[in-house]
Every structure is written in C-alpha cells, then in structure tokens.
C-alpha cells in the first residue's frame, strides 16, 4: 500500500481524492490544508484533516504528498519545503521555470533523501513523454502540439476581469484544416492564429455596453488579440447548466521521415471530461512510482523523462510482460 | 557516440542502416551475415560486412548489435547466444513467448554484465508502453487495439501457399464505426470481425480457378475465416506499381472513469509509409539506451517498460526538460 497525503483540497486535491478510491494500492491517510481543517468535509469517510502548520507530525504516517497548490506562488515555495519531509509529487506547470524550479527540488531532495517528481500531469506530463518519444525514434521531423477543445482557465478569468462582466468561460479550440493538413503529411507552418480558435461565452451586469465588451475581449494582447475569437453572451442560468464542466484535450503529433521515400506519422490525443480529475489520475500513478523508486534509494528531482514506465503500475515486472508487451 | 553492429540485412537491417544515418551520434560499424559477405553491396560506404562467424573479433569495437533476425526461429536463438558478447536489441514479436525468451536473455546477460532490449519496436514496443501508461492512469477502464492500415507479411505469405497464386498483398484494415464507436467512450464490446476487414490483392498463374482461390482465402481458418475478406484479382504490374510498399499503422485507445460523472479517452496512433523502417528506428533509440545504461552499469535484460525515456534521445538531461517538458 502506498499512503498518501494531499496538500491542498481545490479542484486537483478533490480529483487526487477521487483517482485514490480507483487504485486499491493506495490509501488517503490525511488532506492537509491552510484554511480552517473544520471547515472542510472531504468526500472519503474517516480521513484525515490537518492544518499544514501540524504536517510534520505525519513524516512518518504517509509515502508520499502530492502537492495540489497553483504554479505560479504555492508551488515554488511548497514543493522544495515539503520535499524536506516527504517524498512528493506536483503539476508545476510554468514551462519556462521549469529548470529553476528542478534545481530548487533536487537540492532540498537530495539533503532529504527523499524524491520529488515535478511537472507531472498531461502539459507538461504526458505531451512531453510523446515530444520525447517522437524526438527520439524519429529524430528528422517536425512536432505539432494542439490544445482542446478544452476550457482555459486563464483566459475564461481574464475575461471576468473586463468591466460589465458577471461570469465567463472560454474554450481553445483547435482548427480541423491545420489538424488535417499535420495528419496526411504536408508539414504545414502555422500561425498561432491558424492552430486554434477561442470561443467565449460572456454573461454580463445589468445595462452593460456589451458591444464595448466584445470589443475588449477580441482585442486583448497576448489572450485573444492572434486568434479568431466567438463571443456570446448568454445567462447566468446558460452558463451554469452547459457550461459547468471542465473538460480538456489536445494533440501532439510528429510527422518524419526515414529515408527519401517514407514518411511517418505519431500521434497522441487526449479527450478529457475533467482536466483536474485526469491531472489528478497522473499525479497519483506517479505517486506510486515515487514511493517505490524511494524504496529503491532514488532521491533527488525527476521528471517524468527519468521514469521508467513500470514504476507507474500496480503489477509485476513478470504480469505486465505477459498482459501489455 | 553509439557504435552499432547489425546482424542480419533484410529489410529490418536495412532500415537499421538508415535509421543510424539520421542520428548523428551513432556509427555503423559492421554488417554481419551468415550469407557470403562478398554477396552484400550495403548502402553505407566503408562499412565491414563480415561473416557471423567472424563476430567475436568484434567484441571490442561495437557498443550495440541489433539482431534484425525473425521471431520464430532465429532470434530464440540468436539473442541470448550474442548477448554473452555485447549489448543487444532485438524486436521479439511472438507474444506468448516472450517470458521465456526473457528469462533465456536474462540469464545469459547478466552472466556476462551486458544489456539486452528485447521486443523493441511498435507492437510489441510503442503500443505496449501506451496500453501501460494509460493503464495506470485510468484502472478503470477499457483497452482497444486497431491495427492498419497495412501490409500483413503472414497473411499475404498465406494467400502465396495456396496453389494457383503467383504473388498476393494483404492489407488488414481497421473498421471505421467501430474506432468511432471507441472514441466515442461508448466501450463497445467488439468482435474479431467488427474490428478489422481485411483486403488481398491476388495474382494468378495462367488458367487459374479464381473462384477457387477466391474461396480458399475467404475461408482460411486462423487467417481470415473470421473476417470479412475482400479479394481482388489483379495484375503482376498492377502489384508491383501499387502495392510495392510495406506501410502500417495502428490504434491504442483506452477509455476510463475517474468518478461517475467523468470519461477520459486515451488514443495513440501511428501512420506508417515502412513499417520495416519505423521498427528500425525504434531499435535505434533503444540501442542508444542500452550503451547509456550498461556504461551506468546496468546489465541483464530488459523491455521497453524498465527504460526511463530520457535514455532514448541524444540530448542533455538539462535539454529535455528545457525545452521537451
């Protein structure tokens, strides 16, 4: 059995939660969290919930933490902390800080003892295992990746932050042609504006300009300004029965060649219902390789580039050579 | 730089030798063959082609042999009697076998301190690490394979025995509605004959019965009594214009829950214009992991799922998580 610990009961400790109940190896010892334990109910009978100020007191009683806190203020601090105690797991997923991030975790990880395996989920996460593979056995090719169609928090919240806007959401979609063009071959170069399109979906206040609105959403620098953007704007009562789900996606693809006359192409797709319940589902599978490879003595930061598959199930060497090769 | 051995030069061997032309760290060596080497022109210039009796001489100066001999007969034997003397990579395809073929290379490799790769390629290779990876992050849930479009070598060496034929092409082709039906998350429950048709492309010698042919094949137990086969008779011409190349290609979907409310499809694919030379550069970047791991010290054998990925791509471990995470 591997304990757990979740750091964090948002979005992606609440799918950590429910990926547990999936996987009779693993067990939730405790949900550690900053606010007031006694105003939280978790979903599992008989768990734990602890104030991070009393973490310490569970070194002994859990594997691993996985660390469910956001990239860009609580990752940074959290996952270099806690790897002090625990073996841990994170989604960190702010590419270009990646490498400071590695070395902030491997120092405190190898003084520990323990292992942190970080930016694991599906970007980075899985998409990167499938650059890497694709990289690698064709090494003279060209790599696509395609988001969607999926929900974007960021952009849905920088909406919210326009004047006149109650509630919003908005999906990245990837455009069929470009998807099209990728998969028979024909190396197209693309424009941002040629790989995805946004599609908002606004409710706003009482007698606001939605006109203006529109207008500042499609203009937007760096969020909507490069793509073809769909606004619509529906009611709160809209918003909440079509569109409450947070579902996600997306496409990697590498298309090379072998010699002058044969060409190939490897593709990975996600459809996702729940991003956080997927993401969730990762971390907890690199959970369990975490526990083992620290069984083994591994220490220090990993990504998912320096796990060997096996380590990720709940079966033999000897059953997955005989069920999966 | 990987210096590599290549036993055998079929068409696996050949794409062996022009997968190492596409990786600028890996060397061709040797080209072994237990035909007269005098009979062998390879592609690459200033390559040895030495008789398979003369192997041991070679002892020292390769890194990696990769044995492009078939399953059935050769590599049973060849794998664990070459691993006494180097790192090896082999593409076992027989899936039953495979424990034992393990256990054999196993033993012998980790006599002599050398590493052994077996059953490298996409199936077994690729699509087995996709059915694992996706096995655990959804448990819950159910796997699909579709294999094709492409050119099956044992069915169309099948329509070859029968009396009458000159020359015959068989394309296994997935079914259309049921990968649909798959990536619907609809988890159909398919039969053999739902999942895959199968196209031949028959000659025949003059005043043949092709009726008679025709019904040979349709009803060929194993082969394609439980599909629904397609035969169309056609040229020596037509044969070599259209059908002379080896493509294929395949599916891996798994579709699973992770709460009651939430599906997630998992879908992995390949489109391959050679299936000879993609397998080929598959073996490549497994060669390139044996030679790093056993300079690490790891000997005895191994498949694709005990190799931490970042093995397989000539790049600094600082390179890929900058910029493939």
Redesign the interface.
């Known amino acids: 059995m591997t304990k757990i610990g979740i750091l964090g009961y948002g979005n992606l400790g609440k ?1 950590v939660e ?2 547990i109940l ?2 009779s190896d693993m067990e939730l010892v405790a949900i550690f969290t900053r606010r007031n334990p006694n105003s939280i109910t978790p979903a599992t009978k008989n768990v734990n919930v602890v104030s991070t100020n009393d973490i310490e007191n569970y070194k002994d009683k859990i594997d691993v933490l996985i660390i469910c806190g956001g990239s860009a203020t609580d990752l940074p601090i959290q996952t270099p902390k806690y790897v002090e105690m625990f073996n841990v797991i994170d989604s960190f997923d702010t ?1 270009a800080k ?2 400071e991030h ?1 070395e902030n975790v491997d120092c405190a990880a190898k003084k520990s003892g323990k292992i942190g395996i970080i ?1 694991v989920g599906w970007d ?1 996460g ?1 998409f ?6 694709a ?6 090719g060209m790599d696509y990746t395609f988001w969607g169609k999926g929900v974007s928090q960021g952009h849905s919240d920088a909406i919210r932050r326009i004047k006149g806007v109650k509630d919003a959401k908005q999906y990245t979609i990837p455009v069929d042609e470009a998807l099209k063009a990728v ?1 028979e ?1 024909k190396n197209p170069v693309l424009s941002t504006r040629q790989k995805h399109t946004r599609e908002c979906f606004v409710v706003v206040e009482e007698g606001a300009n939605k006109e203006q609105i529109e207008h500042e959403i499609k203009t937007m620098p760096n969020y909507f300004a490069d793509y073809d953007t769909t606004v619509h704007f529906i009611t709160q009562e809209e918003l909440e029965k079509n569109h409450s789900k947070i579902p996600h996606g997306g496409f990697v693809l590498r298309s090379g ?3 002058e ?14 991003n956080p ?2 993401t ?3 971390l907890v ?1 690199y959970a ?1 390789a975490a526990h083992k490879l620290n069984m083994e003595g591994v220490s220090g930061c990993k ?8 380590y ?3 079966k033999t ?2 059953e ?3 069920t ?2």
């Open positions: 799918g429910k990926a999936k996987n590419h990646i490498p590695f930016s980075p899985l990167s295992l499938n650059r890497l593979y990289n690698a056995i064709l090494p003279d998969r071959g060649k072998t010699s006359e044969n060409s190939h192409i490897i593709e990975y797709s996600l459809k996702l219902d729940s319940e997927f969730s589902s990762v599978a369990r990504t998912v580039f320096d796990i060997a598959p096996k990720l199930i709940a060497d000897e997955i050579r005989k999966m090769l």
